[in-house]
C-alpha cells in the first residue's frame, strides 16, 4: 500500500521537521519515519472503516423507522436495500479489517459520532443514494459501484473528515488525499466470493520500498550541506537563507533521489517533486524549484557527476 508517491511526501515532511528542529540522532529519524509510514497504513483500515460504520448507523435508523411503521400499521415500510449492502456486509466480516478494529479498541470511528452522523445525512440525501434505492438492479457489483461513487464524491476531499483525522494523529497531516487512492483501489479488487478472507492491501509492495524510504531520508539529511551548495550555486545572486524553508527541502530531497536512485528515471522524480511543491509550497514556486533543480542536474551531467 505504502508506495513511492506517499514515501517522497513522508521523506519531505520528515526532513522538513528535521531541518527546522535539529538534534535527533539519524537513527532516531529514521525510526520516526518508519512509525509515520506505519501509521499512514493505519489510516488507510481507518478510512476502510467508514463504510460499516455508515452501515452499523443507517441499520439503527431503518429499526426504529420500521418499528414505528408497523406499530402504526403504515403499509409502506422502510426500504432494506443500503443496510444489506453486500459490499458493506463483506468489509463488516473482513477477516483482516476486524483484526485490525480488535488491535485498536480505543481508536474506532464510534468516537467521531458526529463525523459518522454527517456522512450519513449527506450519503442519504444524494442522488447517488437516492438512484440506488429506487434501481431495479439487484447485484454485488451494483453495491460495489455505490460505494466507490460515495467515497470519491463525499469521502475524498472532504474537509471535516481531514480534520479530524488529523486530530486524531499528528503524522496524518495530509496523508488522507493519498490514502483515499488506496482504499479506491481496494474496493475496485473485491470479489464477492473471496467473502471474508477479501485480502486488503499489504503496508509495503516489496522490500525494496523501505531500502527506498529508509536510503531517500538518510541521504537528504546526511548530505544536505553537498545538496544545499549546489543549489546556492545556480540561484543567480539570490542567498539560500532567502527561500522558503521548504523550498529548499524539496529540492534537497530530490536531488538526493536524482543523484543515489540512478534507476529512477529523471522525469519521474522532476514531476514528483514539484507536484509536492505545488501543494507545500507556494503554488508560483513550483515553476522556480522546477528551473533550478534542470540546472543543477544539467550541470551536473555536464561535468560527469551524474549519470542517468
Not at 40 to 49: E, K, P, R, T, W
Not at 127 to 134: D, G
Not at 264 to 279: D, G, P, R, T
Request: hydrophobic residues 35%; negative net charge; proline residues 3%.
Amino acid at each position: 500500500m505504502i508506495n513511492r508517491e506517499l514515501i517522497r511526501l513522508k521523506v519531505v515532511q520528515l526532513v522538513y521537521t528535521n531541518f527546522k528542529n535539529p538534534g535527533k540522532s539519524l537513527e532516531q529519524a529514521v525510526d520516526e519515519l518508519s512509525f509515520s509510514l506505519n501509521k499512514a497504513y493505519d489510516l488507510y483500515h481507518y478510512l476502510l472503516l467508514i463504510i460499516p460504520e455508515i452501515t452499523d448507523l443507517a441499520r439503527e435508523y431503518y429499526e426504529s423507522s420500521y418499528t414505528r411503521m408497523q406499530s402504526l400499521g403504515e403499509g409502506n415500510l422502510p426500504n432494506p436495500r443500503f443496510i444489506n449492502n453486500r459490499l458493506a456486509a463483506q468489509l463488516s466480516e473482513n477477516i483482516e479489517l476486524n483484526k485490525f478494529a480488535d488491535n485498536k479498541k480505543n481508536h474506532k470511528w464510534t468516537e467521531a459520532e458526529a463525523e459518522i452522523q454527517s456522512l450519513y445525512k449527506i450519503i442519504t440525501s444524494s442522488e447517488t443514494y437516492k438512484e440506488y434505492m429506487e434501481s431495479e438492479e439487484d447485484s454485488y457489483e451494483a453495491d460495489k459501484n455505490l460505494w466507490r461513487k460515495i467515497y470519491k464524491k463525499y469521502i475524498c476531499d472532504n474537509e471535516s473528515l481531514e480534520n479530524a483525522v488529523e486530530e486524531w494523529s499528528i503524522y496524518w497531516n495530509d496523508d488522507k488525499f493519498i490514502v483515499d487512492t488506496f482504499v479506491l483501489k481496494t474496493l475496485n479488487r473485491f470479489k464477492e466470493e473471496n467473502g471474508a478472507n477479501q485480502p486488503l492491501l499489504e503496508a509495503y509492495n516489496n522490500e525494496e520500498d523501505w531500502k527506498f524510504a529508509k536510503g531517500l531520508f538518510e541521504k537528504a539529511l546526511l548530505n544536505r550541506s553537498e545538496y544545499e551548495d549546489l543549489i546556492s550555486r545556480n540561484t543567480h545572486n539570490w542567498t539560500l537563507d532567502r527561500l522558503p524553508i521548504m523550498d529548499v527541502v524539496i529540492m534537497v530531497t530530490a536531488l538526493a533521489e536524482i543523484i543515489n536512485f540512478p534507476e529512477i528515471k529523471l522525469s519521474v522524480s522532476f514531476n514528483e517533486y514539484i507536484n509536492i511543491a505545488k501543494a507545500y509550497s507556494d503554488p508560483k514556486n513550483s515553476s522556480y524549484i522546477n528551473g533550478l533543480l534542470d540546472n543543477v542536474v544539467r550541470k551536473l551531467i555536464q561535468d560527469n557527476k551524474l549519470i542517468k
